[in-house]
């Protein structure tokens, strides 16, 4: 395990170089660096924008496009400081950015944390007694929540919790104008957005872990353990259980490299401010120097956590070889 481990971590730095280029090239070609600045700064003088490509490294051509990114990347791997600064005002990157991801961290890993616990637990549950009245109100249920989108659960929570009976606040993380921390308000502000990702989370893993614990039970390995004499619930538990999460891993590290890039309509919705709303603002400014910087991280989260993945299917099932 630990040359394959090492093998990926030296494919990974170049795997980041190749992803980010692309990255980069798409998002240079999506937006006209000269307009969207221009737009941005109408006031601009052509000597202003001159500087503003010359400073960013936003050269034409393909050629161009190699030496700006590298110019790029070297500036980015150098540290927040030396990031390029936003085209609107000139504002410093980081500051912003790093709000935004510890805010989505929050919100995700709450979310996460609720709905891997329940939907973990409903699809063991419902897998022990296939066709049980359990069965078939988490398997109905499931498919009900997890059909409906995020945008019509999020506001129709809003409505009904928010604005008619006015137990929690409509959107943001804080009210307008609040100074300080405070666990209790944040906490109010977070229970609706949690809901609706908790919701999408519990309904997909439910099944997930439902339809992989139903194919282990009928594997030959769990018809031994019966033969042997074990209980039920030591079969389905060190047997069942364990094997029925390899799959489900993938699907799970995957999600979290999602999620850590933001919860885009959830938090548009909830004006919450993370990685989402983020992203939608730079996107819709076209701020190159904005965008950059959320991408990369996106990428680096979704490539590690497959790495975690490969590495988790050798703990929770010895009869892989990683080597």
């Known amino acids: ?23 980069y090239c798409a998002v240079r070609t999506g937006w006209h660096p000269e307009q969207t600045y221009k737009r941005a700064n109408p006031r601009a003088s052509q000597a202003k924008v001159a ?14 496009f190699v030496r700006g990114y590298f110019e790029w990347f070297w500036r980015f791997i150098q540290g927040p400081d030396h990031w390029p600064r936003s085209i609107k005002g000139r504002s410093l990157v980081y500051p912003p950015l790093r709000y935004a991801i510890f805010n989505t961290l929050r919100l995700a890993g709450i979310s996460s944390l609720l709905g891997w616990g329940l939907g973990l637990s409903i699809g063991t549950i419902a897998a022990r007694k296939p066709g049980s009245w359990f069965d078939s109100i988490a398997n109905t249920g499931a498919f009900f929540l997890g059909a409906i989108p995020p945008f019509v659960s999020g506001v129709a929570l809003q409505l009904i919790f ?24 944040m906490a109010k502000h977070l229970v609706l957005p949690v809901t609706v990702v908790t919701i999408q989370v519990v309904s997909a893993y439910s099944r997930y872990m439902r339809a992989s614990l139903l194919e282990v039970r009928s594997s030959d390995f769990v018809r031994t353990a019966r033969a042997k004499g074990l209980s039920e619930r030591a079969v389905l538990f060190r047997h069942g ?3 029925a999460l390899i ?12 999620l850590l890039g933001g919860l885009i309509i959830t938090e548009a919705i909830f004006n919450y401010p ?12 076209g701020d190159i120097p904005q965008l950059m910087p959320y991408l990369v991280i996106t990428i680096i989260s979704v490539l590690i956590f497959n790495l975690i993945a490969d590495v988790s299917y050798a703990y929770l099932d010895p009869r892989i070889r990683l080597d």
């Open 1 to 23: 395990m630990l040359r394959f481990i090492v093998r990926r971590l030296l494919w990974l730095p170049l795997t980041i170089l190749l992803v980010t280029f692309i990255v």
């Open 51 to 64: 500087e503003y490509l010359k400073v960013n490294g936003l050269y034409k051509g393909f050629t161009g």
């Open 162 to 185: 928010a604005v008619e009976l006015g137990w929690f606040p409509v959107a943001g993380i804080y009210p307008p104008g609040h100074q300080g921390f405070d666990l209790g308000l």
């Open 241 to 243: 259980v364990r094997n």
């Open 247 to 258: 799959p489900i891993v993938t699907v799970l590290a995957i999600d979290i490299g999602g």
């Open 274 to 285: 993370g990685m989402g709303v983020y992203f939608i603002k730079a996107i819709t400014n």
